[in-house]
């Protein structure tokens, strides 16, 4: 293997094509570097339904006991079970998924005991640096005293977990819909819903790396089509869909109409401080003003990060907050460890449904106030320049402009964020006014300046 790790080591995990960029090889010095960053004596490891993930798990774990730690591996897996296997285990964790890419490629999630985020600052760097010069070099030197490698299934006990966490005995019985994606969603459903009154219709349940219905992206507005079909044709009350580690959990109302993850956000944060009265809930700064709102509305304090699971947890455990919230549909939960899980929020959701009697799309309204653009990506050849260029349109207009994630743009009416992708040559924006008018006129605006070459 090469030793350049640059075009796999991303910002907060490992991720890319295999074989070609990387393989087990480079795996079992991934697992000896993060045993010497984390100086762990004992780790716990689990994977994906991709066709490599057993393989690189595997060797993974070999890499470690190598440098004499104790191996738990709980095998399949969703990236939320290994959150809790590491924070209930209280040992650093490592997860192989490739989220939402497609099926040639395999990633490393890696946490420190009690899901504490490891990323580029926080260990990743050194892994990489370890790892190349291992490649180069050859392996690092035996322990004395290898570590032991065992087995341990944590499905029940993830899933009695998650379920304590949210009181659902009094709910009313519900028909949902669940697109797994052909994801960890499959595998974890229907252990986390046995024994609760819901009616599951579920869709593409099969374990299968190669993704054959549609991409585990629910992000992306086609995969969710089906979704939305599906919950019309059933009648269902509502429908919900992960991404293929599921850690993401996307919901569509009884009208087939997807449900922003900011008014999930927002509904989850109301029921949060309901339980933790004046609590601090963290938003990062594309999720919708209805946060915020909310969020003071019901007496609790948010505060507004960057974009990113690592800035978010970070931010959790600076603040103590109760509960976070990003507009990629990731939902951080301090009673999960600071960490991110999308089932927990899904739980949420049922429970807010399931304890009333309106439909979802009323339910949601409160939390839905304003006209959103979305996300929209731009392919543009000087990420600065169109940056440069949308600043100078604004920056003597009646608004004001911070720079916290990119560039903000707020005006009484309306806001923008435009910011640059860390690995590819675009721009993405989002939008959001008090009404579609608006929110149309701006986003043509800011698109305009952005697609327009100087």
Same mark, same amino acid.
């Given at each position: 293997m090469?030793a350049?790790l640059s075009?796999? /080591?991303k910002?907060y995990?490992?991720?890319?094509?295999?074989p070609?960029?990387w393989d087990?090889?480079?795996a079992? #010095?991934f697992?000896?570097?993060f045993v010497?960053?984390?100086d762990a004596d004992?780790?716990?490891?689990?994977?994906?339904?991709?066709?490599?993930s057993?393989?690189?798990?595997?060797?993974f774990?070999?890499?470690a006991?190598?440098?004499g730690?104790?191996? $738990?591996l709980?095998?399949?897996c969703s990236?939320? !079970?290994?959150?809790?296997?590491?924070?209930?285990?209280?040992?650093?964790?490592?997860?192989f998924t490739?989220?939402?890419?497609?099926a040639q490629?395999?990633?490393?999630?890696?946490?420190r005991?009690g899901?504490a985020?490891?990323? !580029?600052?926080?260990?990743l760097?050194?892994?990489?640096?370890?790892?190349e010069g291992w490649?180069e070099t050859?392996?690092?030197e035996?322990?004395a005293?290898?570590?032991a490698? $065992?087995?341990?299934? $944590? #499905?029940?006990?993830y899933?009695?977990?998650l $379920?304590?966490? /949210?009181d659902l005995?009094?709910?009313?019985p519900?028909?949902?819909?669940?697109?797994a994606g052909?994801?960890m969603?499959?595998?974890?459903?229907?252990?986390?819903?046995?024994?609760?009154p819901?009616?599951?219709?579920?869709?593409?349940?099969e374990l299968?790396?190669?993704?054959p219905?549609?991409?585990?992206n629910?992000?992306?507005?086609?995969?969710i089509v089906d979704l939305?079909a599906r919950?019309?044709?059933?009648?269902a009350d509502l429908g919900?869909?992960?991404?293929?580690?599921?850690?993401?959990c996307?919901?569509?109302?009884?009208?087939?109409e997807?449900?922003s993850p900011?008014?999930i956000t927002?509904? /989850?944060a109301a029921r949060?401080l309901a339980k933790?009265?004046?609590?601090?809930?963290?938003?990062?700064?594309i999720?919708?003003?209805?946060v915020?709102e909310?969020v003071r509305?019901?007496?609790?304090?948010?505060?507004?990060?960057? /974009?990113?699971?690592s800035?978010i947890?970070?931010?959790m455990?600076?603040t103590?907050?109760?509960?976070g919230?990003?507009?990629?549909?990731?939902?951080y939960?301090?009673d999960f460890?600071?960490?991110?899980t999308g089932?927990?929020a899904a739980?949420?959701?049922?429970a807010a449904?399931?304890? !009333?009697?309106?439909?979802?799309?009323a339910?949601v309204a409160?939390?839905?106030r304003?006209a959103s653009?979305g996300?929209? +990506?731009?392919?543009?050849?000087? !990420?600065?320049a169109s940056?440069?260029?949308?600043?100078a349109t604004?920056? +003597?207009e009646?608004?004001?402009?911070d720079?916290l994630?990119?560039l903000?743009?707020?005006?009484?009416?309306?806001w923008?964020n435009?910011?640059?992708s860390?690995t590819?040559?675009?721009?993405?924006? +989002?939008v959001?006014a008090r009404?579609?008018?608006?929110?149309?006129?701006?986003r043509?605006?800011v698109?305009?300046l952005?697609?327009?070459?100087?």
């Amino acid at each position: 293997m090469t030793a350049d790790l640059s075009q796999i /080591v991303k910002a907060y995990d490992v991720r890319g094509v295999v074989p070609d960029q990387w393989d087990e090889s480079l795996a079992e #010095l991934f697992g000896a570097a993060f045993v010497r960053v984390t100086d762990a004596d004992a780790i716990v490891i689990g994977h994906d339904m991709r066709p490599s993930s057993p393989g690189l798990a595997d060797a993974f774990a070999r890499g470690a006991a190598r440098l004499g730690a104790d191996v $738990t591996l709980i095998g399949l897996c969703s990236t939320d !079970q290994l959150y809790f296997a590491s924070g209930s285990f209280d040992l650093p964790g490592a997860m192989f998924t490739a989220s939402h890419n497609p099926a040639q490629y395999n990633g490393i999630k890696m946490c420190r005991a009690g899901a504490a985020p490891v990323g !580029q600052d926080t260990g990743l760097a050194e892994i990489r640096e370890l790892a190349e010069g291992w490649s180069e070099t050859g392996a690092p030197e035996a322990a004395a005293n290898p570590g032991a490698i $065992t087995h341990r299934d $944590t #499905l029940k006990d993830y899933a009695q977990y998650l $379920t304590s966490l /949210v009181d659902l005995t009094a709910i009313r019985p519900l028909k949902v819909v669940v697109d797994a994606g052909n994801g960890m969603g499959g595998h974890t459903v229907p252990t986390v819903f046995e024994g609760l009154p819901l009616d599951v219709v579920p869709m593409y349940f099969e374990l299968d790396g190669t993704f054959p219905n549609h991409e585990a992206n629910p992000l992306d507005p086609k995969n969710i089509v089906d979704l939305q079909a599906r919950v019309l044709a059933e009648g269902a009350d509502l429908g919900l869909a992960f991404d293929g580690d599921a850690d993401r959990c996307f919901v569509v109302d009884e009208r087939g109409e997807p449900v922003s993850p900011s008014a999930i956000t927002a509904l /989850v944060a109301a029921r949060e401080l309901a339980k933790h009265p004046g609590g601090t809930i963290i938003h990062n700064l594309i999720t919708s003003w209805s946060v915020p709102e909310v969020v003071r509305e019901q007496g609790g304090e948010p505060v507004r990060t960057r /974009v990113g699971h690592s800035f978010i947890k970070e931010e959790m455990a600076k603040t103590g907050a109760i509960f976070g919230g990003e507009h990629s549909a990731h939902y951080y939960f301090k009673d999960f460890w600071n960490a991110d899980t999308g089932m927990l929020a899904a739980l949420h959701v049922l429970a807010a449904l399931g304890g !009333q009697e309106g439909a979802l799309s009323a339910l949601v309204a409160a939390y839905d106030r304003y006209a959103s653009s979305g996300e929209i +990506n731009s392919t543009v050849a000087d !990420q600065k320049a169109s940056a440069a260029k949308v600043r100078a349109t604004y920056e +003597n207009e009646d608004v004001t402009l911070d720079d916290l994630d990119g560039l903000t743009v707020t005006a009484r009416d309306w806001w923008f964020n435009l910011r640059a992708s860390n690995t590819e040559p675009l721009l993405r924006l +989002n939008v959001e006014a008090r009404d579609e008018a608006t929110m149309a006129r701006i986003r043509d605006e800011v698109l305009a300046l952005v697609r327009t070459t100087a």
